[in-house]
């Protein structure tokens, strides 16, 4: 009797009922309160600016000024989403604007100067920031120098660097149809639809195939409608933009027709894709955020951390190499100022006002490019009302403050509830 009896109870038992989208809601606004506040500022901000512009100067939503925003952010939010690594183990890395800077120094060497093909200078580039980054990674890892000092150098050093590839201030032109159309040419609008439709679907496939395993895990799993609004919400932002851009943007359509995606829009896009999932789904990427949370006892875990701290260094440098060629193709030349001025105070800016933590271990590749977004809006749109370098400087100053006091605040805050 007992042994039949068994079988029919595990039969018939219901199994454990999933949270409905209330109770969904209900625990994402506790995590809120509890200081887990992610990207939140960064998306709310951008909304408020985006309408504040919009009011203010109607041209800031014509679709030549909205693909605008996205080259002009481009080269500053590749650069952040490689700052994303180094900071997540609460490390800093100062170089990463004349890093970039040299990387496009030797590209335009390379590719203008010794009349090599476009993709042996982007190897050369790519691999001068590999360099670079493997020896910040060493001095801070092996010889145990604080970031802060080694990058500082390195910022110092790499600025007479690109001065002495540059021959003390020559300009190099960057004319290769490739390398230019980075950052100047745009994909043909239905690739553009084709593109946007790949993404939802893949995104769609993504969260279900989550949604499925986890379900069979007997894990706790999102509600549907939660899963299918991200999906919806993801399609409908896409088509949006995809839609905008795909708009005629030349005042004379006879002459040059002007319109569909950047470039470099699917390029951010894939390098973004990428570096979600090395941070989110492979064991590389949990040992980076166990680093950045405890490195004693990462260390004791079994985890190489001088291996982790290297990597994130060569990472961020690499990163500053796709970004100093993507400036190189907007700007078709480089020169002694590639790379400086405010990039590398924009780069880190974006990585933080978009949710990465200066203390470490919390923080996304998307933050950087949500955080890029918000800076090129305010360059751009306090531009668009005439004001001056100096205000655009003070505002992105001050909410980088408000970013660094949230994310400090957030943290005391969740620190407080677990104390609890």
């Known amino acids: 009797m007992t042994s039949t009896a068994l079988p029919d109870q595990e039969s018939t038992a219901a199994p454990a009922a999933g949270p409905t989208l209330t109770s969904h809601v209900r625990g994402y606004l506790g995590r809120v309160r509890g200081g887990d506040i992610g990207a939140l500022p960064a998306v709310l901000g951008l909304i408020v600016l985006c309408t504040v512009f919009a009011i203010m100067r109607p041209s800031f939503l014509t679709a030549a000024n909205f693909a605008n925003l996205f080259t002009q952010g481009a080269a500053v939010t ?73 990058t500082l150098a390195g910022f110092l050093a790499f600025q007479g660097i690109v ?121 590389y990427g949990r040992h980076i955020y166990a680093v950045g949370g405890n490195k004693e006892a990462a260390r004791r875990a079994g985890i190489n951390v001088d291996r982790i701290r290297i990597s994130v260094f060569v990472i961020c440098s690499s990163m500053a190499a796709i970004g100093g060629i993507v400036a190189a193709s907007r700007a078709n030349s480089v020169d002694p100022n590639t790379g400086g001025s405010n990039v590398l105070l924009y780069a880190v800016g974006a990585a933080v006002i978009g949710g990465t933590s200066l203390f470490g271990g919390k923080g996304r590749v998307l933050d950087a490019v949500l955080g890029g977004a918000v800076v090129a ?40 509830n677990g104390g609890r």
């Open 78 to 150: 590749l650069i952040a989403m490689g700052l994303v690594f180094v900071l997540l183990l609460g490390e800093i890395d100062l170089s990463a604007g004349f890093a970039s800077g040299v990387c496009a120094a030797v590209l335009a060497n390379v590719v203008t100067v010794l009349g090599y093909p476009w993709y042996v200078a982007v190897l050369a580039a790519v691999l001068t920031g590999v360099v670079i980054g493997s020896t910040l990674g060493m001095l801070v890892a092996k010889i145990g120098i604080p970031s802060f000092v080694v």
């Open 163 to 283: 001065l002495l590839l540059m021959e003390e201030g020559r300009n190099i032109s960057v004319r290769d149809p490739v390398l230019v159309a980075i950052a100047n040419r745009n994909l043909p609008p239905a690739l553009g639809w084709a593109l946007a439709g790949l993404a939802v679907a893949g995104y769609a496939v993504v969260q279900a195939m989550r949604y499925r395993t986890r379900a069979i895990r007997g894990l706790v799993t999102d509600p549907l409608t939660v899963v299918f609004a991200r999906v919806i919400g993801l399609a409908a932002v896409l088509g949006a933009t995809v839609y905008l851009l795909n708009q005629e943007r030349s005042f004379n359509v006879l002459i040059n027709s002007l319109k569909g995606v950047p470039i470099v829009v699917p390029l951010i896009a894939v390098l973004l894709i990428t570096g979600t999932f090395v941070l989110q789904r492979t064991s």
């Open 377 to 416: 809006v305010i360059d751009n749109g306090m531009g668009l009302m005439g004001y001056s370098s100096g205000v655009k400087y003070v505002v992105t100053g001050v909410v980088l403050l408000l970013a660094a006091s949230v994310d400090a605040l957030s943290r005391r805050r969740a620190a407080a």
